[in-house]
């Protein structure tokens, strides 16, 4: 799948080691260990608990956690009722591919492009709104640079809404290799919530996708939460799913 193609090809560009395995790939970063996704096993066909379990231990032994991807349907499902079962924290995304003309016009006029430092502070402060993140500034540097080390990796064009005193107040990316573009870290502050701002942003994205000439645009929603209604609206199609899974080595399901 391309988009799966893109989003590796992003932690390959960041990461010190993206390495395939015959179950799927491993990624690994010594100065970022905190940032779980630079720092996993993914799985791409079906896998039965123990085995997955074994290939977490393997290459991820030296860390306080373990972290794995399963984009294999059916093992995902089972294993997101067994994980959890083990204290395991459970995710899963959904994977949307541009396909159709946005529902309806929205007006872009408040967005702007900005540059990378007009949006880390926003950046920053949702990262504090996890709490494994906030209690801890190291991860909270780690994630930040990763974001840095992945915008620049990927071209990104960074745009914003900017409240009265020049502030952002909602955000958006495009990444980009030339021929596949990818929507990625969506965010509005509590405040500013239900004003259409992310709506705009991301007509802008989209626009400025078309306009380079792309050949697929993509975005990646937590499959359990209402964002990815308004990208069903704006044109997003499902293509696929994948399942997250992390736990901290010593058996306890992380804060976050």
């Not at 996993?40 to 039965?48: A, E, K, M, T």
């Not at 379990?53 to 399963?70: I, K, S």
């Not at 975005?219 to 399942?243: C, H, N, S, T």
């Amino acid at each position: 799948m391309r988009t799966r193609e893109f989003e590796l090809g992003s932690i390959a560009l960041v990461a010190d080691q993206l390495a395939v395995i015959p179950e799927g790939w491993v990624a690994r970063s010594a100065a970022l260990r905190d940032v779980w996704s630079l720092n996993r096993v993914g799985l791409h066909g079906p896998i039965q608990l123990d085995d997955a379990l074994e290939l977490a231990d393997r290459h991820l032994g030296d860390l306080p956690y373990r972290d794995l991807t399963v984009e294999h349907e059916l093992s995902g499902r089972r294993l997101e009722q067994e994980l959890q079962r083990e204290g395991w924290r459970v995710e899963r995304d959904v994977t949307m591919v541009m396909r159709r003309d946005p529902d309806r016009v929205a007006d872009t006029g408040l967005v702007v492009e900005v540059g990378e430092d007009d949006v880390i502070g926003l950046m920053r402060r949702w990262t504090g709104e996890d709490e494994a993140v906030a209690d801890c500034p190291e991860s909270d540097r780690q994630v930040l640079e990763a974001s840095r080390l992945t915008w620049r990796a990927r071209r990104a064009r960074h745009l914003a809404v900017l409240d009265g005193d020049g502030s952002a107040v909602a955000m958006t990316m495009l990444f980009s290799d030339g021929v596949v573009a990818q929507v990625e870290d969506v965010y509005t502050v509590a405040q500013a919530r239900g004003r259409g701002y992310g709506r705009a942003l991301l007509t802008q994205a989209i626009r400025l996708a078309r306009q380079g000439g792309h050949e697929l645009t993509f975005i990646v929603a937590d499959d359990k939460d209402w964002p990815k209604q308004l990208y069903a609206q704006m044109g997003f199609e499902p293509v696929g799913r994948r399942w997250l899974f992390h736990r901290s080595a010593a058996g306890q399901a992380p804060a976050r």
